[in-house]
């Protein structure tokens, strides 16, 4: 076995399948990891309270969320950026003058969306409003705004997502990335399957990149026994951060051409491959195809 790692997990896609299912071999090549000294962390654009229960359960070592704006312990808070209640008002001013109807604010109190993003939510059948997320839903249109203040000063939040429908939007992805640049960093999200018009804004300088560098060093590890492990775009700034970078075999956005290694699909037992090739686990588990290590530079 290879010595102790510091290992970032991405949630959808990579973790956790389209269903929000952790698949059994990826459960046990976690616990497995652990009882061979790895520390693992999930490393996931969504806050805290939209982590279902049984993922937190698995029993990571910490928590990177809102797409590196905050990192956890246990109860230990490691780092906490907000978005400034001026980045606030602009996107929302943006997203009103733009007809961007569906989109979301996500922090430690909730996430917090537009009428339209609700309606999406109540269109695919997701009982939103019930259930273990339910406390955590916020709707924009009922928040108090005090006379003279604006949205940005009321709600407390990381990060920011949308997503646009139809087929002919007012604003592509590159424009909104554009437009909205001196306040965010915009890449891609997990709508995906929603439209491809979609985007996470992310707090300028923060990402799941520096809460990798900032969390190695928190916990004394070089960056080079970092591993990080994702799907999307959304992924590429931790997995370039990182040590060792691995695609997952469903990985999109062109990642694969970059990382050091690309494992197989999510449905293929994709993480334990990744975590047998790594060496972080040995050949016991449940298995497909292996991993392959990724020819280019050499590396």
């Known amino acids: 076995m290879v010595s102790s790692k510091l290992v970032f997990i991405d949630i959808d896609g990579t973790l956790a399948d389209e269903r929000h299912i952790v698949p059994d071999s990826a459960v046990q090549a976690c616990r497995e990891a652990q009882r061979n000294g790895h520390r693992l962390f999930i490393c996931t654009g969504r806050s805290i309270p939209k982590i279902e229960k049984s993922i937190l359960d698995l029993g990571f070592d910490g928590v990177v969320s809102v797409a590196g704006a905050q990192a956890n312990m246990g109860d230990e808070i490691l780092f906490q950026h907000f978005v400034s209640p001026?980045?606030?008002?602009?996107?929302?001013?943006?997203?009103?003058?733009?007809?961007?109807?569906?989109?979301?604010?996500?922090?430690?109190?909730?996430?917090?969306?537009?009428e339209g993003y609700r309606r999406h939510l109540?269109?695919?059948g997701?009982?939103?409003?019930?259930?273990?997320?339910?406390?955590?839903?916020?709707?924009?249109?009922?928040?108090?705004?005090?006379?003279?203040?604006?949205?940005g000063h009321v709600i407390h939040v990381c990060k920011g997502s949308y997503f646009i429908l139809g087929d002919h939007p007012e604003v592509s992805f590159e424009e909104t990335k554009r437009d909205l640049s001196p306040w965010f960093e915009t890449v891609h999200g997990?709508?995906?399957?929603?439209?491809?018009?979609?985007?996470?804004?992310?707090?300028?300088?923060?990402?799941?990149?520096?809460?990798?560098?900032d969390v190695a060093a928190r916990l004394g590890y070089d960056i080079a026994d970092t591993i990080a492990i994702g799907d999307?775009?959304?992924?590429?700034?931790?997995?370039?951060?990182?040590?060792?970078?691995?695609?997952?075999?469903?990985?999109?956005?062109?990642?694969?051409?970059?990382?050091?290694?690309?494992?197989?699909?999510?449905?293929?037992?994709?993480?334990?491959?990744?975590?047998?090739t790594l060496g972080l686990i040995g050949d016991g588990d449940a298995r497909s195809d292996d991993a392959e290590t990724d020819g280019k530079d050499g590396r």
């Not at 569906?102 to 909730?110: C, V």
């Open 86 to 114: 001026e980045a606030i008002d602009a996107a929302d001013r943006y997203f009103r003058e733009h007809h961007i109807e569906a989109y979301q604010w996500q922090g430690p109190d909730g996430m917090y969306i537009s």
């Open 122 to 124: 109540e269109e695919k």
């Open 126 to 151: 997701s009982a939103w409003n019930r259930g273990e997320f339910a406390r955590f839903w916020h709707r924009l249109d009922q928040i108090e705004i005090p006379e003279g203040s604006t949205l």
């Open 190 to 213: 997990s709508y995906d399957r929603i439209s491809a018009n979609n985007g996470e804004l992310l707090i300028n300088g923060v990402d799941k990149g520096t809460a990798v560098r």
């Open 232 to 276: 999307s775009d959304n992924d590429t700034a931790m997995l370039k951060a990182a040590g060792t970078s691995v695609a997952m075999g469903n990985a999109i956005h062109g990642i694969k051409d970059f990382c050091d290694l690309v494992t197989t699909d999510i449905h293929e037992d994709g993480l334990a491959n990744a975590f047998r």
